[in-house]
Protein backbone atom coordinates (compact mmCIF):
# COMPACT_ATOMS: atom_id res chain seq x y z
CA UNK A 1 0.00 0.00 0.00
CA UNK A 2 2.79 2.47 1.05
CA UNK A 3 4.49 2.02 -2.54
CA UNK A 4 1.17 2.37 -4.31
CA UNK A 5 0.20 5.88 -2.79
CA UNK A 6 3.75 7.24 -3.84
CA UNK A 7 3.59 6.15 -7.12
CA UNK A 8 0.33 7.71 -7.57
CA UNK A 9 2.83 10.69 -6.91
CA UNK A 10 5.08 9.50 -9.16
CA UNK A 11 2.77 9.18 -11.91
CA UNK A 12 1.21 12.34 -11.85
CA UNK A 13 4.49 14.34 -11.99
CA UNK A 14 5.72 12.36 -14.76
CA UNK A 15 3.16 11.85 -16.65
CA UNK A 16 4.64 9.56 -19.19
CA UNK A 17 4.28 12.03 -22.05
CA UNK A 18 7.89 12.84 -21.83
CA UNK A 19 7.30 16.05 -20.79
CA UNK A 20 9.01 17.06 -17.33
CA UNK A 21 8.71 20.75 -16.61
CA UNK A 22 6.47 20.60 -14.00
CA UNK A 23 8.36 18.02 -12.64
CA UNK A 24 8.70 18.84 -8.25
CA UNK A 25 11.69 16.35 -8.68
CA UNK A 26 14.92 17.85 -9.05
CA UNK A 27 16.56 17.67 -12.90
CA UNK A 28 19.19 15.21 -12.99
CA UNK A 29 22.35 16.80 -12.24
CA UNK A 30 25.08 17.86 -14.39
CA UNK A 31 28.16 15.92 -15.00
CA UNK A 32 30.24 17.49 -11.87
CA UNK A 33 27.69 17.96 -9.62
CA UNK A 34 27.05 14.12 -9.83
CA UNK A 35 30.88 13.37 -10.00
CA UNK A 36 31.05 15.23 -6.77
CA UNK A 37 28.00 13.36 -5.04
CA UNK A 38 29.25 9.97 -6.30
CA UNK A 39 32.14 10.30 -4.29
CA UNK A 40 30.51 11.91 -0.97
CA UNK A 41 28.12 8.70 -1.54
CA UNK A 42 31.01 5.92 -2.05
CA UNK A 43 32.77 7.49 1.45
CA UNK A 44 29.36 7.17 3.75
CA UNK A 45 27.75 10.14 2.62
CA UNK A 46 23.73 9.75 2.90
CA UNK A 47 22.77 12.89 2.04
CA UNK A 48 24.64 12.93 -1.29
CA UNK A 49 23.04 9.10 -1.82
CA UNK A 50 19.80 10.10 -0.99
CA UNK A 51 20.53 13.65 -3.50
CA UNK A 52 21.17 11.00 -6.63
CA UNK A 53 18.34 8.82 -6.26
CA UNK A 54 16.08 11.62 -6.22
CA UNK A 55 18.21 13.19 -8.93
CA UNK A 56 17.29 10.06 -11.38
CA UNK A 57 13.63 9.09 -10.31
CA UNK A 58 12.74 10.00 -13.67
CA UNK A 59 15.19 7.35 -15.15
CA UNK A 60 12.05 4.54 -13.37
CA UNK A 61 9.93 6.67 -15.42
CA UNK A 62 11.53 6.10 -18.90
CA UNK A 63 12.07 2.56 -18.58
CA UNK A 64 8.67 1.69 -17.39
CA UNK A 65 7.87 2.85 -20.81
CA UNK A 66 9.26 0.42 -22.58
CA UNK A 67 6.85 -2.33 -20.71
CA UNK A 68 4.09 -0.11 -19.71
CA UNK A 69 2.39 -0.72 -23.50
CA UNK A 70 1.91 -4.33 -23.10
CA UNK A 71 0.94 -4.46 -19.00
CA UNK A 72 -1.93 -3.38 -17.07
CA UNK A 73 0.09 -2.99 -13.86
CA UNK A 74 2.14 -0.24 -14.09
CA UNK A 75 2.11 1.43 -10.61
CA UNK A 76 3.49 -2.15 -9.81
CA UNK A 77 6.39 -1.30 -12.14
CA UNK A 78 6.79 2.04 -10.92
CA UNK A 79 7.29 0.40 -7.72
CA UNK A 80 9.52 -2.44 -8.25
CA UNK A 81 11.76 0.77 -10.53
CA UNK A 82 12.45 2.75 -7.38
CA UNK A 83 13.64 -0.39 -5.52
CA UNK A 84 15.64 -0.95 -8.16
CA UNK A 85 17.10 2.18 -8.48
CA UNK A 86 17.88 2.40 -4.93
CA UNK A 87 19.67 -0.67 -4.99
CA UNK A 88 21.34 0.63 -8.11
CA UNK A 89 22.42 3.54 -5.83
CA UNK A 90 23.08 1.51 -3.19
CA UNK A 91 25.50 -1.01 -4.82
CA UNK A 92 27.59 1.40 -7.10
CA UNK A 93 31.16 1.18 -7.53
CA UNK A 94 33.82 2.79 -9.70
CA UNK A 95 34.50 -0.47 -9.94
CA UNK A 96 31.74 -1.16 -12.56
CA UNK A 97 33.73 0.91 -15.26
CA UNK A 98 30.41 2.49 -15.91
CA UNK A 99 28.66 5.29 -15.63
CA UNK A 100 26.00 5.44 -12.57
CA UNK A 101 23.34 6.27 -14.93
CA UNK A 102 23.88 3.05 -17.05
CA UNK A 103 24.19 0.51 -13.92
CA UNK A 104 21.22 2.10 -12.52
CA UNK A 105 19.43 1.78 -15.62
CA UNK A 106 20.59 -2.16 -15.60
CA UNK A 107 19.34 -2.58 -11.76
CA UNK A 108 16.11 -1.19 -12.71
CA UNK A 109 15.19 -2.91 -15.51
CA UNK A 110 16.94 -6.61 -13.38
CA UNK A 111 14.26 -5.62 -10.71
CA UNK A 112 11.43 -5.54 -13.25
CA UNK A 113 12.41 -8.24 -14.71
CA UNK A 114 12.95 -10.34 -11.74
CA UNK A 115 9.27 -9.15 -11.06
CA UNK A 116 7.95 -10.25 -14.39
CA UNK A 117 10.23 -13.91 -13.41
CA UNK A 118 8.50 -14.19 -10.23
CA UNK A 119 4.86 -13.39 -11.53
CA UNK A 120 4.85 -15.78 -14.05
CA UNK A 121 6.24 -18.42 -11.37
CA UNK A 122 3.31 -17.13 -8.92
CA UNK A 123 0.65 -17.55 -11.83
CA UNK A 124 0.89 -21.21 -11.25
CA UNK A 125 -0.18 -21.00 -7.89
CA UNK A 126 -3.22 -22.11 -6.03
CA UNK A 127 -5.42 -19.33 -4.91
CA UNK A 128 -6.86 -20.05 -1.35
CA UNK A 129 -10.58 -19.28 -2.85
CA UNK A 130 -10.00 -21.61 -6.13
CA UNK A 131 -12.48 -24.49 -6.05
CA UNK A 132 -10.86 -28.06 -5.20
CA UNK A 133 -13.97 -29.83 -5.51
CA UNK A 134 -17.70 -30.32 -4.37
CA UNK A 135 -19.38 -31.35 -1.38
CA UNK A 136 -22.63 -33.47 -1.50
CA UNK A 137 -25.21 -30.67 -2.24
CA UNK A 138 -22.74 -30.19 -5.31
CA UNK A 139 -21.66 -27.00 -3.66
CA UNK A 140 -17.65 -25.95 -4.55
CA UNK A 141 -15.71 -26.37 -1.89
CA UNK A 142 -12.17 -23.77 -1.68
CA UNK A 143 -9.03 -24.18 0.26
CA UNK A 144 -10.67 -20.77 2.86
CA UNK A 145 -13.30 -23.53 3.48
CA UNK A 146 -11.00 -26.27 4.62
CA UNK A 147 -9.13 -24.25 6.77
CA UNK A 148 -12.07 -23.31 8.74
CA UNK A 149 -10.67 -20.31 10.00
CA UNK A 150 -13.16 -17.78 12.54
CA UNK A 151 -12.89 -14.91 9.64
CA UNK A 152 -12.33 -15.59 5.72
CA UNK A 153 -11.14 -13.04 5.29
CA UNK A 154 -8.50 -13.36 7.75
CA UNK A 155 -5.68 -13.23 5.08
CA UNK A 156 -6.66 -9.70 4.05
CA UNK A 157 -6.92 -8.40 7.41
CA UNK A 158 -3.41 -9.52 8.50
CA UNK A 159 -2.15 -7.64 4.65
CA UNK A 160 -3.89 -4.48 5.59
CA UNK A 161 -2.86 -4.46 9.23
CA UNK A 162 1.10 -4.93 8.01
CA UNK A 163 0.28 -2.03 5.79
CA UNK A 164 -1.75 -0.03 8.07
CA UNK A 165 1.74 -0.52 10.98
CA UNK A 166 4.18 0.25 8.05
CA UNK A 167 1.85 3.71 6.94
CA UNK A 168 2.28 4.84 10.33
CA UNK A 169 5.51 4.89 10.42
CA UNK A 170 5.92 7.16 7.74
CA UNK A 171 3.04 9.09 8.00
CA UNK A 172 3.99 10.72 11.66
CA UNK A 173 6.67 12.88 9.42
CA UNK A 174 3.73 14.84 8.13
CA UNK A 175 2.07 17.89 9.19
CA UNK A 176 -1.51 17.39 10.58
CA UNK A 177 -3.00 19.03 7.59
CA UNK A 178 -1.22 17.36 5.08
CA UNK A 179 -2.04 13.73 7.20
CA UNK A 180 -5.38 14.74 6.67
CA UNK A 181 -5.82 15.07 3.14
CA UNK A 182 -3.75 11.95 2.88
CA UNK A 183 -5.79 9.93 5.17
CA UNK A 184 -8.91 11.30 3.00
CA UNK A 185 -7.66 11.33 -0.56
CA UNK A 186 -6.68 7.24 0.21
CA UNK A 187 -9.09 6.29 2.46
CA UNK A 188 -7.06 5.61 5.24
CA UNK A 189 -7.53 5.49 9.22
CA UNK A 190 -10.95 5.24 8.70
CA UNK A 191 -11.97 7.61 6.67
CA UNK A 192 -13.85 7.27 3.13
CA UNK A 193 -11.99 7.81 -0.01
CA UNK A 194 -12.69 11.73 -1.23
CA UNK A 195 -11.24 13.46 -4.28
CA UNK A 196 -9.55 16.72 -4.27
CA UNK A 197 -12.45 19.05 -4.85
CA UNK A 198 -14.35 17.29 -1.99
CA UNK A 199 -11.32 17.45 0.65
CA UNK A 200 -11.49 21.24 -0.66
CA UNK A 201 -15.12 22.10 -0.13
CA UNK A 202 -14.97 19.88 3.49
CA UNK A 203 -12.18 22.32 4.59
CA UNK A 204 -13.02 25.26 3.23
CA UNK A 205 -10.09 25.79 0.55
CA UNK A 206 -9.49 25.65 -3.07
CA UNK A 207 -8.39 23.00 -4.88
CA UNK A 208 -5.53 23.66 -5.94
CA UNK A 209 -4.19 24.26 -2.58
CA UNK A 210 -5.15 20.67 -1.72
CA UNK A 211 -3.04 19.52 -4.74
CA UNK A 212 -0.26 20.77 -3.48
CA UNK A 213 -0.35 20.26 0.16
CA UNK A 214 -1.28 16.40 -0.94
CA UNK A 215 2.10 16.50 -3.15
CA UNK A 216 3.95 17.97 -0.95
CA UNK A 217 2.92 15.60 1.28
CA UNK A 218 3.78 12.30 -1.29
CA UNK A 219 7.14 14.10 -1.48
CA UNK A 220 8.19 13.68 1.86
CA UNK A 221 7.25 10.29 2.46
CA UNK A 222 8.62 9.23 -1.04
CA UNK A 223 12.19 10.82 0.38
CA UNK A 224 11.66 9.04 4.03
CA UNK A 225 11.23 5.96 2.28
CA UNK A 226 14.48 6.48 -0.16
CA UNK A 227 16.40 7.09 3.36
CA UNK A 228 15.22 4.17 5.31
CA UNK A 229 15.70 1.93 2.31
CA UNK A 230 19.26 0.86 1.88
CA UNK A 231 20.68 -2.23 -0.26
CA UNK A 232 24.11 -3.03 0.78
CA UNK A 233 26.66 -4.59 -1.29
Known amino acids: MFLSILTTLIKSMFCF ?10 DPLDKE ?47 IGIIGLIKG ?24 LMYFRNDKK ?3 NISIDESIGFD ?16 PDFAEDIHIKNNIELLGKYLNILSDREKNIIYKRYGLNGYD ?18 SRIEKRALTKLLREFIRNNQYTK
Open 17 to 26: TGSYSNNIFP
Open 33 to 79: EEKLLIEKHLNGDKDARNKLIEHNLRLVAHIVKKYEASRNDTDDLIS
Open 89 to 112: IDTYSHKHGTKLTTYAARCIDNEI
Open 122 to 124: NSK
Open 136 to 151: KDGNEITFMEILKTPK
Open 193 to 210: ELTQKEIAKEMGISRSYV
